[in-house]
T-cell receptor, first 113, second 113 residues
Framework: GDSVTQMEGPVTLSEEAFLTINCTYT??????LFWYVQYPGEGLQLLLK?????DKGSNKGFEATYRKETTSFHLEKGSVQVSDSAVYFC????????????FGTGTSLTVIP | EAQVTQNPRYLITVTGKKLTVTCSQN?????MSWYRQDPGLGLRQIYY???????DKGDVPEGYKVSRKEKRNFPLILESPSPNQTSLYFC????????????FGPGTRLTVL
């Protein structure tokens, strides 16, 4: 069945460091892919999305490219800030499974000054 | 303001005492879902609903019930709560299209003693 695999956390970085959080998926066809962010004490909110192969989603300095050939959607940011400390979830949505959403386990990021 | 609301936000109860967590959305979304979030396990789907009177089990439905009598509301019912249902619960809603993201509520922190 469909699934999403994220890199294990937690991740700790210094401010202005480069961030990569790996995400790979298993699905037939062409699902839509999402990154959600959960700040401490809050619900999840959409960070970015991509809906077809080679699409690049971007928001708040974060980027992720939909790679069909490697079934990946890695999240990157060139220079993280303390305010980026949060839990990040990769997710997919697929028509083949009734438009269901599948989430990764989440990756906790802490950015230290 | 478009939003998903949940009540209560925090609840401490005792084993066996029936409870209901309400969820309401004002975006006219057909799709609604309940998740629980536990450390190290990410988000796990409990139940989802494609539309009024249409509900289906997610990955961890045991011990939970739901109903969808109106489009905007999707309550989660714990008939006889147990300590292993202590968790952080999120309701979410979405339009049915593949391109559409889910909108999440702020979460309900439930403790069952």
């Amino acid at each position: 069945g469909d699934s999403v695999t994220q890199m294990e956390g937690p991740v700790t970085l210094s401010e202005e460091a480069f961030l990569t959080i790996n995400c790979t998926y298993t699905a037939t066809g062409y699902p839509s892919l999402f990154w959600y962010v959960q700040y401490p004490g809050e619900g999840l909110q959409l960070l970015l999305k991509a809906t077809k192969a080679d699409d690049k989603g971007s928001n708040k300095g974060f980027e992720a490219t939909y790679r069909k050939e490697t079934t990946s959607f890695h999240l990157e940011k060139g220079s993280v800030q303390v305010s980026d400390s949060a839990v990040y979830f990769c997710a997919l949505r697929h028509t083949n499974t009734g438009n269901q959403f599948y989430f990764g386990t989440g990756t906790s990021l802490t950015v230290i000054p | 303001e478009a939003q998903v609301t949940q009540n209560p936000r925090y609840l401490i109860t005792v084993t066996g005492k029936k409870l209901t967590v309400t969820c309401s959305q004002n975006m006219n979304h057909e799709y609604m879902s309940w998740y629980r979030q536990d450390p190290g396990l990410g988000l796990r789907q409990i139940y989802y609903s494609m539309n009024v009177e249409v509900t289906d089990k997610g990955d961890v439905p045991e011990g939970y019930k739901v109903s969808r009598k109106e489009k905007r509301n999707f309550p989660l019912i714990l008939e006889s709560p147990s300590p292993n249902q202590t968790s952080l619960y999120f309701c979410a809603s979405s339009s049915p299209g593949l391109l559409n993201e889910q909108f999440f509520g702020p979460g309900t922190r439930l403790t069952v003693l």
